[in-house]
């Protein structure tokens, strides 16, 4: 099986936001244990207790999940405030730039996601409004929205993905550009990402990524 290409979008932002059904790359191979990050946090998965990492997973789900969540925004009115991006109406020319490695624009950064060489599906986050991204099949019709809370992007901020049909899909607590929470539309854990490589709850690495 060819090895999936796993271009996250926003690098340039620090952002790191992994749609729940967008390819991914399983792995077993380990990696160093505690790693000091800047701002004095310290990356120690791996070395703390199971009742240390337990702690850590429910802190960040209160954060993330509230009695303010939305967990289903009405469907009617979620498509209406964004009908302008429902269909890419400039796709053609997103393709060709993401297809040719092109990341950024003056208006826009882009992303691609990569099965083998097969192009599936592409982000735009416009520069006018940083805080939302949109998830583009290949043929231009919008998947997932991005938003990003109050404070992107300063670290740390969260941010909560939205089928277009207005359901949650994830949501993730962003610590910085190397290390982040997510957690599934039901609060379930997903994992810790440090750098390309995502550990679960026990610390067993399980996914890995190309950039991010």
């Known amino acids: 099986m060819k090895k999936i290409i796993f271009l996250l979008c926003i690098l ?7 749609a ?57 009115e979620f498509r209406s405030e964004y009908k302008d991006f429902l269909k890419d109406a400039d796709f053609k020319r997103h393709y060709m730039l993401v297809s040719n490695n092109v ?25 006018n409004n940083l805080r939302t991204v949109y998830y583009y099949d290949a043929l231009g019709k919008l998947r997932y929205i991005d938003k990003f809370s109050e404070n992107y992007p300063n670290f740390p901020y969260m941010s909560k993905q939205y ?3 207005g359901t949650l899909v994830s949501a993730i607590y962003i610590m910085s550009k190397d290390m982040q929470y997510m957690y599934n539309s039901d609060g379930s854990f997903k994992g810790a990402w440090y750098k390309d490589k995502m550990y679960d709850s026990h610390a067993k690495q399980v996914l890995t990524r190309s950039n991010w």
């Open 12 to 18: 340039i932002l620090g952002k790191t936001v992994l």
């Open 20 to 76: 729940a059904d967008l390819p991914e790359t399983v792995v077993k191979e380990n990696t160093p244990a505690s790693v000091v990050l800047t701002g004095n946090l310290v990356f120690d998965w791996l070395d703390i207790t199971q009742s240390g990492r337990d702690a850590v997973i429910e802190k960040y789900k209160t954060q993330l999940f509230s009695d303010e969540t939305v967990y289903k925004y009405n469907k009617k």
């Open 103 to 127: 990341t950024e624009t003056d208006k826009e950064n882009l992303c691609g996601f990569y099965k083998g060489k097969l192009l599936i599906s592409y982000a735009v986050q416009y520069k």
């Open 163 to 165: 089928r277009s049909n």
